[in-house]
């Protein structure tokens, strides 16, 4: 068909396909940029300290008390796909009337099957597998049935390790809810969350390279290009063609960093304020046993939670000193070990200081990368002309590692 189409007619397909698969890459690089910021702002967090609403990553063996049997292979799991082929051989005739013999697998009978599971880490989670995205699958190999007909399936086997990013749910699942997916992945956090932001810079790159791919082999096809030099027009005027796009590309996914440094920011006060609101029954309960503890009970009795949170940004340093403290005082004063409050606050106490933690840490990657992309050439042609700013990094020399929790 192309034969029977003239130059023009040819380089304008090729320049509207490239186009066509340029703004494909970018509506889908938007909506990676999406879901790499959901799964980078849950925290990993064990089991024990979740609470209703937290969206987070667990990680943890899966357990079934009735799993499913997978077909055939005869697999405990509580998920699984199976099919079974056979071999068909067929004569077909070429286009020069020569006649051959091809061999193929053709399904034919396929099946799946999953069931919500319970994840453990010590504590136990019932996953909601049915409702979400199922990215663990595992091979339980193929197996022939004579020579004309195959068994294989995929599984996720019971004990298997798995890493689950969801929400804990009212009714005490772990599931979807909102904007935030169940997905089950054999990857861990870091690895997953690097995975997506990796396929986000690839759609970046091809919303940008297949525009000007085409634009540049049409014009070759209009100038007959015949060899390279004949080539750099057409590539410069792909380049210019291209170049408003990259602007608003990149125009657009500096907006949306910038908002996500601001969701990262009411993220953390969010949990700042969570943790204030212990400080009373903290006071009260560490006076009580701990009365002459006279300093760490005036740093915590301190503690508040404002509307200006630069100024609780520079003093967090010092506040979380002042937690892990509170953290630490049941090693000092044993009988704190029996006071069912403090033993409370302890549990609730550290769970926020573990969310903290991760708060900090993800608004720390969230605004080294929008100061490192407002920075780089050639991006910061773009943040200069719209007058963005570097943003302060969040207490960034604080201990990492917390106290263990009470036994």
């Not at 049941?330 to 969310?355: G, N």
Request: hydrophobic fraction near 45%.
């Amino acid at each position: 068909m192309l034969a029977n189409l003239t130059p023009p007619e040819v380089a304008a397909i090729v320049a509207v396909v490239g186009a066509l698969i340029g703004w494909s890459c970018a509506t889908a690089m938007r909506r990676r940029d999406a879901t790499t910021f959901v799964l980078a702002r849950a925290p990993q967090l064990p089991i024990r300290v979740l609470a209703a609403h937290d969206d987070a990553w667990l990680r943890g063996e899966v357990r079934a008390a009735e799993p499913l049997r997978c077909p055939w292979f005869d697999v405990a799991c509580v998920a699984y796909t199976y099919t079974i082929e056979r071999k068909v051989t067929r004569t077909v005739t070429d286009s020069n009337g020569k006649t051959r013999t091809e061999s193929s697998w053709d399904v034919e009978h396929s099946t799946s099957d999953a069931v919500d599971f319970d994840l453990h880490d010590g504590a136990t989670v019932r996953v909601a597998l049915r409702e979400g995205n199922n990215e663990a699958m595992q091979s339980a190999g193929t197996d022939y049935e004579g020579a004309r007909r195959r068994h294989s399936a995929t599984v996720l086997p019971v004990g298997a390790t798995v890493s689950a990013l969801g929400v804990l749910r009212d009714d005490g699942t772990f599931g979807p809810l909102a904007e935030v997916p169940l997905l089950v992945t054999e990857a861990t956090r870091e690895q997953r969350v690097r995975a997506s932001a990796n396929s986000e810079n690839w759609f970046f790159f091809f919303a940008l390279f297949t525009p000007w791919a085409g634009i540049t082999v049409a014009g070759a096809l209009l100038t007959r290009a015949q060899d390279w030099q004949d080539w750099l027009a057409p590539m410069a005027i792909g380049f210019a063609a291209v170049l408003p796009v990259w602007w608003l590309l990149t125009h657009n996914r500096l907006v949306r960093l910038r908002q996500q440094v601001k969701a990262a920011q009411k993220q953390t006060a969010v949990e700042l304020a969570m943790r204030a609101d212990l400080v009373p029954n903290l006071v009260a309960v560490v006076q009580g046993h701990a009365a002459h503890e006279r300093e760490l009970l005036e740093r915590l009795a301190g503690i508040r939670v404002g509307r200006d949170l630069d100024r609780e940004v520079r003093e967090e340093r010092a506040v979380a000193a002042t937690m892990r403290g509170v953290l630490l005082l049941h090693e000092r004063y044993p009988q704190l070990r029996s006071d069912a409050l403090y033993r409370d606050l302890h549990e609730r106490l550290w769970a926020i200081e573990e969310k903290l933690a991760h708060a900090r840490g993800f608004y720390n990657e969230v605004v080294t990368e929008w100061n490192d992309r407002i920075a780089q050439f050639p991006s910061s042609l773009v943040a200069g002309a719209c007058g963005y700013r570097e943003s302060a990094l969040f207490a960034a020399e604080i201990e990492a590692q917390l106290p263990p929790r009470l036994a």
